[in-house]
């Protein structure tokens, strides 16, 4: 065997190995919590982005499967573009971004494959933390953001879920939006805010999420907005989801219910909208294709 193929197997053969070990340590701590799991899952993902810039602009992307996700391992993959891509690290939060500058068409691709091992948490049972207990990261999250008017349903909030504390005023505040929204896509755009959705009782997936971030906020618990890749969710999309921190932790909810949490696949995390789209442009583009596909190979 050559000397490149033996190094390359050396490498391999240690990944294999320490993605093991982490398993085994997850495990361990979940099961001295007396936590479930929900069945590990290997995910194939494909994401396309294929846009005409006509004037010459920067672009940023936000595609790839967070590498530094606690209950997900990016097993091998990569994105792919018709011009040169810079990292842009993350100062906050999770996920990685990359800047690209282009005019004319612009193909961007992603491919990769994951292995998601999630933790089966019921989060009714789960305290909120005190706010001088909260760790740095997560205290600006506490506060309203562009799209998430938490200082606005803060009545509403304690009217309405009142005889409810923690993490089951957190489920309380999921089911209200399920059963009060209606799911229509094409119904807001990317200037509609928590407050216009509570409004208009219907949205898509960003919606539902700005608004259990903006109900959680009001109740003085952290929430951020996650972009996730979404096994089983039809028609195909990138899909956004609500975190809250409990516990001394944070925890996923999709108030959409249109996918399983255990096939959730976290991109980025953010404030809102704002921090997690997809693709920004800075300048004009037009779209020509746009595809994502997650399938499940185990």
Do not use: N
Not at 18 to 29: K, T, Y
Request: with cysteine; net charge negative.
């Amino acid at each position: 065997m050559p000397a490149g193929s033996r190094k390359q197997l050396a490498h391999d053969i240690c990944r294999l190995h320490l993605l093991r070990g982490m398993q085994r340590l997850r495990r361990a701590v979940c099961d001295s919590l007396r936590l479930s799991w929900f069945p590990s899952m290997r995910l194939s993902i494909h994401a396309l982005l294929d846009y005409l810039i006509e004037d010459e602009a920067d672009i940023l992307l936000q595609i790839e499967a967070a590498a530094d996700a606690a209950s997900q391992h990016v097993i091998d993959g990569g994105i792919t573009a018709s011009t040169t891509l810079r990292p842009a690290p993350v100062a906050a939060g999770i996920g990685q971004r990359s800047w690209a500058r282009a005019t004319g068409p612009f193909r961007a691709e992603y491919r990769a494959t994951v292995e998601v091992e999630r933790p089966s948490v019921d989060i009714a049972g789960l305290p909120a933390t005190p706010h001088h207990a909260l760790p740095g990261d997560a205290v600006p999250f506490l506060w309203p953001s562009r799209y998430c008017q938490s200082d606005q349903f803060t009545r509403f909030v304690a009217d309405t879920f009142s005889a409810l504390t923690d993490g089951a005023r957190i489920l309380a505040m999921a089911d209200w939006i399920h059963t009060q929204l209606s799911y229509v896509p094409g119904s807001s755009d990317a200037g509609t805010s928590a407050a216009d959705t509570f409004l208009s009782r219907k949205g898509i997936c960003r919606d539902y999420a700005h608004l259990l971030i903006s109900f959680a906020r009001a109740a003085g618990i952290p929430a951020r907005m996650v972009s996730a890749y979404a096994w089983a969710l039809e028609p195909q999309d990138f899909h956004a989801v609500t975190e809250v921190w409990l516990d001394g932790g944070w925890h996923m909810i999709d108030a959409t219910r249109m996918a399983p949490v255990e096939g959730l696949v976290p991109i980025i995390a953010g404030r809102d909208a704002t921090d997690i789209a997809f693709m920004t442009i800075f300048g004009r583009g037009v779209l020509r294709e746009q595809a994502v596909t997650v399938e499940r190979l185990d």
